[in-house]
């Protein structure tokens, strides 16, 4: 089976519509996401009633929860904080009832492990280096896992239990083939890159042939920037998007 992956929408319907235009041009079977449809952006209730239309997976991330006043907002930063109170008060009735019928922040679908943010925390823990991933994949029961939270397009493998993790960015273009070791997975962030590259990013699985691509797309990131301003949002949330930062 051919999935797209994806994470970390952040209410940006632009580089979301940008990513399905692509997802469905590449041809998949189904679509996994990640977590955190909202959270920063000017569109939350857009993107999380599209989301449950085109994904077979839709995990709940930590702005999600946040969304629905199910996890303390106490130790998000500030514009954080502030967009999360944004979105309970200007998302529609439709898009928190979707968000309230999920299951959770992991799932296993094809013997892979699916989480927002790892598989040890899945709501909370961004892996970034080796030593937090070999501490996770000594922890995940899955050969492979998907993770999301960090909104860094990367990936993290070992051969066998006496070798190091390598860990690794993964730019547009790179392809990987996960036929033995062990191997993590972030497919980057859609609407909230933070590894330099502003375009929008997501991942190609062949769940049968265990190979991996993974994909960047333009989209139009000054619309998505003025929408955020438009709505009081705060106006870094905005301009970061130009940087991928």
Known sequence: ??????????????????????????GVDEIWFLGDAVGYGAFPG???????????????????????????I????????????????????EA??????????S?????IGLFHAS?????????????LAEDNLDF?????ALIGHSHIALYFTRVDEMSRVSSVLAPQGTELTMTGGKWLLNPGSVGQPRDGDPRAAWAELDTEE??????????????????????????HLGDRLFKGQ
């Open 119 to 131: 598989p040890r925390d899945p709501i909370w823990e961004y892996v970034v280096d080796s030593d």
């Open 210 to 235: 265990f190979r991996a691509r993974f994909h960047r797309v333009d989209y139009p990131i000054d619309e998505a920037a003025e929408a955020i301003r438009e709505a009081g949002l705060p106006t």
């Open 140 to 144: 995940q029961e899955e050969r492979i």
């Open 46 to 72: 857009e993107c999380v009633t599209t989301l449950k239309d085109r994904c077979s997976v839709f995990l709940l991330g930590n702005h999600d929860l946040a969304a629905l006043r199910e996890i303390d």
């Open 1 to 26: 089976m051919n999935v797209a992956v994806i994470s970390d929408i952040h209410a940006n319907r632009h580089a979301l519509d940008a990513v399905l235009e692509d997802i469905d041009a590449t």
């Open 74 to 93: 106490g130790t998000f930063s500030p514009s954080a904080a502030m967009s999360a109170r944004w979105t309970r008060d200007n998302m529609e009735p």
């Open 96 to 105: 928190f009832e979707i968000l309230r019928s999920l299951d959770g922040t």
């Open 107 to 111: 799932a296993v679908r094809e013997d």
